[in-house]
Each structure stands twice: as C-alpha cells, then as structure tokens.
C-alpha cells in the first residue's frame, strides 16, 4: 500500500487544496513529473496544463487547470503555487476562449524570440486543453 | 437665539445624518470581514513564494550574474513610487496617512536632486498629492468599478510596471499601502519592490545542507528569472487586499466616531429645545397672568 503525503495547491486568491493524498502529476515546464511520498527535493516551474491528484489507489483523479506559478517538493511534501488554478469541474469554455485571446495578443507582442517562443507554447497548449474539453 | 423650529429642523437633520454614518458602519463591518479573509487567503501564497525566493537569491548573494530586478540598475536616480489608496473617501485618515508617508518620501528624494515619478492606484489618492505633486504623477490605475480586487488588477499593474523598468525609465520602485493591524490600527508602509530586497530568510543557513540537494527545472537563473516578475504582482497584490482591509477597518471606525458625535449632537440639541420650549410656556403664562391682574 504506497503512503500519503502532503500537498497544498494555492493560488494568489486562496489555498485551493491542503490534504493528504497519493499521487501528483504537475504539468512542469520541462514536461509532465509525477510526485509520489519522499520525493527528493525537487523544483521547477509549471506551464498551463492539468494537474492530476490522485488521493487513493485505484480512485479517479481529481483534475485542475493550472497556469503559471511553481512546484515546490520539500521533505514535508508538495507545494505548487500557480498564478491561476481552477477546477476542471468549474473551468468554462469561454473562460479558455478569453485567455487564449490574450495569449494570442501575447504572440503579437511579443519583442524578442525568446518570448515568442514562451507565448506561443502557452497559446498552443491553451489551444490544446480546450479542444479536449470540448471533446468531453 | 435659534427658534423653536430650527431647533427641530436641526435635531431632525443631525438624525438622519446618524442614521446615515450607521448603515456605513454596518456595511463597512461587513465588508472588512470579507476583506480580511481575502487577505488571509492570500498568505500562504506570498509567504511561500517570499521563502523560495529569499532561498535562491541566498545563492545569488555578491554574483554579477544576478537578475536584473534583483541586483537593481546599478543606478538609484530615478525613483518610481506607486501611490496605493482608497477610490472612496469618508474612511478617517487612511487615504491622508497614505499620501502623507509618500509625499515625505518624494519631497526628500527630490531635495537629493532625484527624479521622481509617481503611479496613483486610487482615485483619492491622486486627489491629495495633485496640488504639490501633480506634475510627477505618470499615471492613475482606477479601480473604481472593480469590486472585489483581484489577482488579474495586480498582476496589470506589474505588468505595466515591469515593461517601464525594462525600458529603463525608473531605477527603484516603492510601494506605498497600508498595513492592515487591527480595525483601530493601519499603517501606512513603504516597500521597495525593485530592485527585490529580500529578509535573509531565517535560518537559511541552517537548511543550506538542504538546499544545496535541491534540483531544479530548470536551472535556478531561469527559475529566479521566471519567478521574479511574478512575485513584483504577488507583492502589489498583498498590497491591494491589505489596503482593502485597512480601507474598511478606517471606515468602520470612522463612521462608529461620527454616529457617536452625532448622538451627543441630537442630546445637546434636545436639551436646549426643551430648556425653550419650557421658557416659552413660562412667558405665555407670565403674560396671561399679569393680564389678569391688570383687569
């Protein structure tokens, strides 16, 4: 029977999730991590994605949409402070829409290759986790 | 000698003014609930985002390579202060407090010869250093029609900010808010955001061992580069729910002074309205009386 940790998901508004729990899969910029007990100390920052949690074996994750912040791994556990964090449950469509439009103004914007390279990953992925939302 | 109906049309008008400065009071209280938690709720996040943050420039300490908004300009002449107020007056001298410490401030760094320039978020704000600053301020952000503030309003104003101080126009960035302590106490703060200033984090040697075995995606230049810029809006959002919740807290003990003011006002007008009315019923009866007699 694998253990529980500790997890916090917060977001500048409030602590969205303080619990004991089994698994995390954070979207990480450098791609997907999972994090299970005694993870070694780890940090990295998060892209827009969705973020899984897993509180027990065998039960159905629970999923948050995620955008910009950081994942924490200590000894006491996991920390991801995201700059944007919603339930998958709550996330709206047109909600998406709106921030893919201001990603897409980011793309135009952007001054150097560097950033471009950044708003357009973030553009494309956005684009990505509403086609699958309208799948569902 | 004000007449017996003045007196009445006074004694009613004060009234209504308490009944007015209450029903602020009772919304302020209810507001300063919400307010608080709000800024409760926004804790942990600056708190945590303060302690990896005060850890990785712990490794930047005395480095050339540090970021930019970390290691500042190499310059301090031209200084930006964001002026942080309330858009609605009637809350004791919060807005004043507020404009007063920022005002010192730019009146001592302009008789060092520095460049000053100014970033009002709230009208009130604006309204009290216009007369002897006016010329400095660059820009007015209105909240006016934004009711709970949130992390998307922060996060606009850093934005805006951060772009000036890549374009260089600015060398040190200030925040002025106020801190919120306890509904009777508020004060008002100046916090440097640019170039960051972080308290050594305590006991942040003693993890040194811990750190060190940190591993990080990617490495820790991009991390403290990527978290920078975020952490200039966490930073002027506290700011914001602080001010939120002092604003309110002002109110409400403001407004709990004026209903007492007014009750003693209607206790020293009634006194004198029955001390009148009473002289009056005396003199009518002196004259019946003395008419009396005269028959």
Redesign the interface.
């Given at each position: 029977m694998a253990e529980l940790f500790q997890f916090?998901l917060?977001?500048?508004?409030?602590?969205l999730l303080s619990e004991q729990v089994l698994e995390v899969i954070v979207p990480?910029?450098?791609g997907e991590f999972g994090v299970l007990k005694d993870h070694?100390?780890?940090?990295?920052?998060i892209q827009a994605g969705i973020l899984r949690v897993r509180r027990e074996q065998g039960a159905a994750a629970d999923e948050y949409f995620v955008r910009?912040?950081?994942a924490?791994v200590?000894?006491g556990g996991l920390?991801v402070?995201a700059?944007?964090a919603v339930p998958v449950a709550d996330l709206k469509v047109e909600h998406l829409d709106e921030q893919i439009k201001n990603a897409e103004e980011d793309v135009a914007d952007a001054k150097d290759t560097e950033t471009l390279r950044k708003a357009q990953d973030t553009l494309a992925r956005l684009i990505d986790i509403r086609e699958s939302m309208k799948k569902i | 000698m004000p007449s017996l109906k003045d007196l009445r049309n006074r004694i009613a008008s004060v009234k209504a003014t308490q009944k007015i400065t209450k029903a602020m009071q009772m919304v302020a209280a209810a507001k300063l609930r919400r307010a608080q938690e709000a800024a409760e709720a926004a804790r942990p996040y600056a708190e945590r985002m303060e302690q990896v943050l005060a850890n990785l420039a712990a490794a930047f300490e005395g480095r050339d390579d540090a970021p930019k908004l970390m290691a500042g300009t190499g310059n301090d002449q031209v200084h930006l202060l964001v002026l942080a107020t309330a858009e609605r007056g009637l809350c004791g001298g919060f807005n004043t407090n507020i404009a007063k410490l920022a005002r010192e401030k730019a009146r001592s760094l302009i008789a060092q010869g520095k460049t000053v320039k100014i970033i009002c978020v709230g009208k009130k704000g604006y309204d009290a250093i216009k007369r002897d600053l006016g010329s400095h301020v660059i820009k007015t952000v209105d909240l006016r029609n934004v009711k709970n503030v949130g992390f998307a309003n922060a996060h606009e104003i850093g934005t805006d900010i951060l772009s000036m101080y890549a374009a260089g126009e600015f060398d040190v960035c200030t925040l002025f808010y106020s801190k919120f302590r306890s509904v009777i106490a508020q004060e008002p703060t100046a916090q440097q955001l640019i170039p960051a200033h972080f308290e050594a984090a305590e006991g942040a040697s003693d993890q040194g061992g811990a750190a060190a075995v940190y591993e990080y995606e990617p490495d820790e230049t991009e991390i403290l580069e990527d978290l920078l810029p975020r952490n200039i809006s966490v930073q002027i959002f506290r700011g914001l729910l602080e001010n939120a919740a002092s604003e309110q807290g002002a109110r409400m003990s403001a407004m709990d002074n004026a209903t007492r003011n007014a009750g003693e006002m209607i206790e020293k007008l009634t006194i004198s309205y029955n001390r009148q009315r009473q002289a009056q019923i005396t003199t009518e009866l002196i004259e019946i009386i003395s008419g009396a007699e005269a028959l």
């Open positions: 916090e917060v977001s500048p508004e409030r602590q990480g910029t450098e070694s100390p780890f940090m990295s920052t910009g912040g950081f924490d200590a000894t920390t402070l700059e944007q | -």
